[in-house]
T-cell receptor, first 114, second 108 residues
């Protein structure tokens, strides 16, 4: 069964450094998402992406964040200058279509900012 | 998206059916009821969704009341691997709004 994959599984970085989290969505999916979950808290929506542009973003997704689909398979989340409070699990998800179609989530990348 | 209310936690015996309730009294006519679960620290996993009719798939059944103000997710034969946080979400848009969910513990 096709699945969403994410790399790395765990990333440790120092405050102020840039990080890039990578995702490979399911191949015939057209909609891509990033969510995050701070330890012990709820899963929060960050951004949705379709047709090579951001379609929606939350207030969490400020100028420090960016997303890109550099080629036909990868979908990346970049945090320009990490803060301690960016420490969280970051989940990528993809969906065949938007609206009432299930989103499939990857296993997540645990980001630890020291 | 409409707010949903779920019990904080529940226990279930292995091999028995687990019935997970969800209230969504403000759900609008075009919002679907989605269920996801999250096994410890893993990515959320889609279970099932429905609009008005009851639905069944290989994982679970979803019973939606006629007035659509509440629903029940049924895991027919719970196993230890079903221990997870279960989220009920009213959704018709681009983002899934996860609440705190119900922590289900299946006991041997």
């Amino acid at each position: 069964e096709p699945e969403v994959t994410q790399t790395p599984s765990h990333q440790v970085t120092q405050m102020g450094q840039e990080v890039i989290l990578r995702c490979v969505p399911i191949s015939n999916h057209l909609y891509f998402y990033w969510y995050r979950q701070i330890l012990g808290q709820k899963v929060e929506f960050l951004v949705s992406f379709y047709n090579n542009e951001i379609s929606e973003k939350s207030e969490i997704f400020d100028d420090q964040f960016s997303v890109e689909r550099p080629d036909g398979s990868n979908f990346t989340l970049k945090i320009r200058s990490t803060k301690l409070e960016d420490s969280a699990m970051y989940f990528c998800a993809s969906a065949r279509e938007q609206g009432t179609y299930e989103q499939y989530f990857g296993p997540g990348t645990r980001l630890t900012v020291t | 998206d409409a707010k949903t209310t779920q019990p904080t936690s529940m226990d279930c015996a292995e091999g028995r059916a687990a019935n997970l309730p969800c209230n969504h009294s403000t759900i609008s006519g075009n919002e679907y009821v989605y269920w996801y679960r999250q096994i410890h620290s893993q990515g959320p996993q889609y279970i099932i969704h429905g609009l008005k009719n009851n639905e069944t798939n290989e994982m679970a059944s979803l019973i939606i009341t006629e007035d659509r103000k509440s629903s029940t997710l049924i895991l027919p034969h719970a196993t230890l691997r079903d221990t997870a946080v279960y989220y009920c979400i009213a959704f018709n848009d681009y983002k899934l709004s996860f609440g705190a969910g119900t922590t289900v513990t299946v006991r041997a």
